[in-house]
Structure formats: structure tokens, C-alpha cells
């Protein structure tokens, strides 16, 4: 009897069986392979809850897998350009004007035939497969909503540009990285015109040789290291890629031959090239850095901003791009002479936050925001906006 006693005490009941399944769970490799230890787990909110441009670089953290937002957010080497171009904000104060209507506030501009409600366009930036399954589709869908902005569309877009091209009703341009054989752009500029792009940015800065997160993320990442596949040795001591070494001022000159659309340079950030632009008959120049995402420890484009425009001297559009996240900053540049700014990672958060909707709430966030410091200070339209608006202190 005792024996039958001491049996059914050792039974398994069924609420014993739920926690040790729940135990095992819970300590199961293939539970812990689906959570970053990195990040936090609490609640992401809506997209309703979002009122800055900062909030959505949150939920895209928390939607993205890690290696894919780190591809985003890194800069080149140490990443000092990077945090140059958020600091440069800093170093501009905005000198408001008192006493003036602005009961009606006019943000349109006009920028080598393209009509713009707001002189804001979203940059060139690649694979956005990566971000969302609607890719660069969804982002021409949310430009589109947010009043017609225009989208400058990557050559390393995932989707081909047709189909980028029918997704919406945004005016369209296009970026390239050329090729050294000139006969390899013909068909990327004969696609981009027959979507409808209206004009084409052709990337002029370097390719960045590393980047040093990766490296650290490789390092310090709780999992075993995958077995990395050899590459060849570089052509040269430097890890610099070999693709835009070639670059030479003689590329418009053969690209005219291949397309009639206005041509701009990207990667620009000295007086001297910006003279060189207008000198090749260029018809438009954007300042940039890539987003600190090329050569390493160059300054930031806000605070070489300045130089290029007084180079430049009303002849051509200046756009300008990296770091910008608010609509203060927007003004800030727009106050130091440029035509319009150009929102990469910005765009790429909505994206990856919640699809062409996240891309046309951001857009129109930072078009708010914009609006309210016009009025703030004392600016009724884009043409009231000058340099008495903005006092510098570089270093």
C-alpha cells in the first residue's frame, strides 16, 4: 500500500508538464536566436504615438534585424564624420524676426523644372528590400502622399526603376554611379527617363574602405563567428575600393552624350569643385558627405554649406544632405543658401517602421516642422528665408 502511495505521489501531473515545457522553452537556443540580448523588449509603439523623426529610428531598431540596421546607421572608419554631421546643427543659431504676418506660410520652390511643395526631396539610398518587403516602391508611395515629394531613386535600388516609376505620382530623379565604360550608362539613364526621372545625380565621392562597427559588432556578438570567405588582396595598401578611382571632370562631358536630362554632381564639399561644377556646365550640385559614410574625418556638409554657395553664386541649385532630422535643421541650411535639403536615413526609418505610411508620416512631420519655424521666425515664404537668419560659429 505504502508503495502504491509513494507511486502516485511521483505521477506527473498536467501542470507540472506545462512548466517543464515552459522551461524548456524558455532555455531553448532557438528562443534566444530570435532575441537580440542588446536590445530592450518593451512595448513598440503605433504610429500614431511617433512625433519626431528620432522616434521612428527607434522602431526601426526594434524591426529590423541588427545586421541590417547597423548596415544603415554605420559611417565609415570611426564614424567621426558621422557625428560631425548632427554636431554642425549645433554650431547654427537661428536669429528669428519679430513682428511680421505670417498668418499664411509658403514652403513651394521650384528646382530645375521640378515643382516642389516643400524644398525637402528624399536622398538616394540603396536596398530598400532590406527595409521593407514593399521596397522602393513603398517609398515612392509615401512620398507621393506627403505632398508630391520628390524621391531621387538609387542605381542599387532593388526594384527596377519602372517599377519604382508606376508606384506612384512623385516627381522622380535618378541617381548613378557610373561605370568607366561609357557605353555601360546608357541603360540605366534610358530606363530612369522612360520612368519619368527629370533629372540625374551622379555620385562623385569615394567608396568608403571599412567600416569599424562591423568589426566591433563581429567582436563582440554573443555568437560563434561565422567562417568568413577569403577575398582577394586590394590592388593597393589602403583597403580603398577600386570601382571610382577613375572618376575624371571629363565624365559630364560623355554622359551628355547619352542623356538630355540636367546633370548634377553629389559628393561635393569645396568652393573649388563647386566652381569646377558650374564651369562644366553642371546643372545643379548636391553637398554631401554621404552621410559620413565615405572618407572618414572630411566636415561635415552644413558647415561647408557657406563656402559652396558664395563659389557658386546663384548660378546653379545647391541641395544639400547628411544629418538632417528636423525641420529646424532644414531652415538652417536653407538659411545658409540651399535650394532644398535631401532626407536619407530619415526616409529609411519610415520605411522600415512601418512601410509607405511610416515614409509619408515622417515626411510630413518634418514638413511641419519646418512650417512652425518659418513662422517662428518670422519667414512667410522660402524666398524670406536668408542669411540673416542664421548666425554660424563654425569651428
Same mark, same amino acid.
Given at each position: 500500500?505504502?508503495?502504491?502511495?509513494?507511486?502516485?505521489?511521483?505521477?506527473?501531473?498536467?501542470?507540472?508538464?506545462?512548466?517543464?515545457?515552459?522551461?524548456?522553452?524558455?532555455?531553448?537556443?532557438?528562443?534566444?536566436?530570435?532575441?537580440?540580448?542588446?536590445?530592450?523588449?518593451?512595448?513598440?509603439?503605433?504610429?500614431?504615438?511617433?512625433?519626431?523623426?528620432?522616434?521612428?529610428?527607434?522602431?526601426?531598431?526594434?524591426?529590423?534585424?541588427?545586421?541590417?540596421?547597423?548596415?544603415?546607421?554605420?559611417? %565609415?572608419?570611426?564614424?567621426?564624420?558621422?557625428? +560631425?554631421? &548632427?554636431? /554642425?546643427?549645433?554650431?547654427?543659431?537661428? #536669429? =528669428?524676426?519679430?513682428?511680421?504676418?505670417?498668418?499664411?506660410?509658403?514652403?513651394?520652390?521650384?528646382?530645375?523644372?521640378?515643382?516642389?511643395?516643400?524644398?525637402?526631396?528624399?536622398?538616394?539610398?540603396?536596398?530598400?528590400?532590406?527595409?521593407?518587403?514593399?521596397?522602393?516602391?513603398?517609398?515612392?508611395?509615401?512620398?507621393?502622399?506627403?505632398?508630391?515629394?520628390?524621391?531621387?531613386?538609387?542605381?542599387?535600388?532593388?526594384?527596377?526603376?519602372?517599377?519604382?516609376?508606376?508606384?506612384?505620382?512623385?516627381?522622380?530623379?535618378?541617381?548613378?554611379?557610373?561605370?568607366?565604360?561609357?557605353?555601360?550608362?546608357?541603360?540605366?539613364?534610358?530606363?530612369?527617363?522612360?520612368?519619368?526621372?527629370?533629372?540625374?545625380?551622379?555620385?562623385?565621392?569615394?567608396?568608403?574602405?571599412?567600416?569599424?562597427?562591423?568589426?566591433?559588432?563581429?567582436?563582440? %556578438?554573443?555568437?560563434?563567428?561565422?567562417?568568413? +570567405?577569403? &577575398?582577394? /588582396?586590394?590592388?593597393?595598401?589602403?583597403? #580603398? =575600393?577600386?570601382?571610382?578611382?577613375?572618376?575624371?571632370?571629363?565624365?559630364?562631358?560623355?554622359?551628355?552624350?547619352?542623356?538630355?536630362?540636367?546633370?548634377?554632381?553629389?559628393?561635393?564639399?569645396?568652393?573649388?569643385?563647386?566652381?569646377?561644377?558650374?564651369?562644366?556646365?553642371?546643372?545643379?550640385?548636391?553637398?554631401?558627405?554621404?552621410?559620413?559614410?565615405?572618407?572618414?574625418?572630411?566636415?561635415?556638409?552644413?558647415?561647408?554649406?557657406?563656402?559652396?554657395?558664395?563659389?557658386?553664386?546663384?548660378?546653379?541649385?545647391?541641395?544639400?544632405?547628411?544629418?538632417?532630422?528636423?525641420?529646424?535643421?532644414?531652415?538652417?541650411?536653407?538659411?545658409?543658401?540651399?535650394?532644398?535639403?535631401?532626407?536619407?536615413?530619415?526616409?529609411?526609418?519610415?520605411?522600415?517602421?512601418?512601410?509607405?505610411?511610416?515614409?509619408?508620416?515622417?515626411?510630413?512631420?518634418?514638413?511641419?516642422?519646418?512650417?512652425?519655424?518659418?513662422?517662428?521666425?518670422?519667414?512667410?515664404?522660402?524666398?524670406?528665408?536668408?542669411?540673416?537668419?542664421?548666425?554660424?560659429?563654425?569651428?
Amino acid at each position: 500500500m505504502s508503495a502504491l502511495k509513494h507511486s502516485e505521489s511521483r505521477r506527473l501531473t498536467r501542470r507540472d508538464a506545462v512548466r517543464a515545457v515552459a522551461g524548456f522553452l524558455a532555455g531553448s537556443p532557438l528562443l534566444r536566436s530570435q532575441q537580440d540580448p542588446l536590445r530592450d523588449h518593451s512595448r513598440v509603439p503605433s504610429l500614431d504615438e511617433l512625433v519626431t523623426a528620432f522616434d521612428f529610428e527607434a522602431v526601426a531598431y526594434a524591426k529590423l534585424p541588427r545586421a541590417t540596421f547597423n548596415y544603415m546607421a554605420r559611417g %565609415s572608419a570611426g564614424e567621426f564624420t558621422l557625428r +560631425r554631421n &548632427r554636431e /554642425a546643427f549645433d554650431w547654427v543659431d537661428i #536669429v =528669428p524676426k519679430a513682428v511680421v504676418d505670417v498668418g499664411s506660410i509658403d514652403t513651394t520652390t521650384e528646382i530645375l523644372n521640378t515643382k516642389m511643395a516643400f524644398p525637402i526631396m528624399v536622398a538616394p539610398t540603396s536596398g530598400h528590400a532590406a527595409l521593407h518587403p514593399d521596397a522602393e516602391a513603398g517609398m515612392r508611395l509615401g512620398c507621393t502622399a506627403a505632398a508630391e515629394t520628390p524621391m531621387i531613386v538609387s542605381h542599387a535600388a532593388s526594384l527596377p526603376m519602372e517599377k519604382i516609376g508606376s508606384a506612384g505620382s512623385a516627381p522622380l530623379w535618378f541617381q548613378l554611379y557610373a561605370r568607366q565604360n561609357i557605353e555601360d550608362n546608357r541603360a540605366p539613364l534610358e530606363a530612369a527617363r522612360t520612368a519619368g526621372a527629370r533629372a540625374v545625380v551622379v555620385t562623385v565621392d569615394q567608396q568608403a574602405a571599412y567600416y569599424e562597427r562591423v568589426i566591433h559588432d563581429r567582436h563582440l %556578438s554573443y555568437q560563434p563567428a561565422r567562417r568568413q +570567405r577569403r &577575398r582577394s /588582396a586590394p590592388p593597393n595598401p589602403y583597403r #580603398v =575600393p577600386t570601382s571610382r578611382l577613375w572618376y575624371d571632370w571629363k565624365l559630364f562631358d560623355e554622359l551628355r552624350s547619352l542623356t538630355d536630362l540636367p546633370l548634377l554632381a553629389k559628393g561635393i564639399l569645396t568652393a573649388e569643385d563647386a566652381r569646377r561644377c558650374v564651369d562644366r556646365g553642371l546643372e545643379g550640385i548636391v553637398v554631401s558627405n554621404h552621410g559620413g559614410r565615405t572618407l572618414d574625418c572630411v566636415p561635415s556638409s552644413l558647415e561647408v554649406l557657406p563656402e559652396i554657395i558664395d563659389a557658386v553664386g546663384g548660378r546653379i541649385p545647391v541641395l544639400v544632405d547628411s544629418g538632417f532630422r528636423r525641420g529646424s535643421d532644414i531652415l538652417k541650411a536653407l538659411a545658409l543658401g540651399a535650394s532644398a535639403v535631401c532626407l536619407g536615413r530619415v526616409s529609411r526609418w519610415g520605411l522600415a517602421a512601418f512601410g509607405a505610411p511610416g515614409v509619408e508620416r515622417v515626411l510630413k512631420i518634418l514638413q511641419g516642422e519646418l512650417v512652425l519655424a518659418m513662422a517662428h521666425t518670422g519667414r512667410p515664404s522660402v524666398a524670406s528665408i536668408d542669411r540673416s537668419l542664421a548666425r554660424t560659429d563654425f569651428p
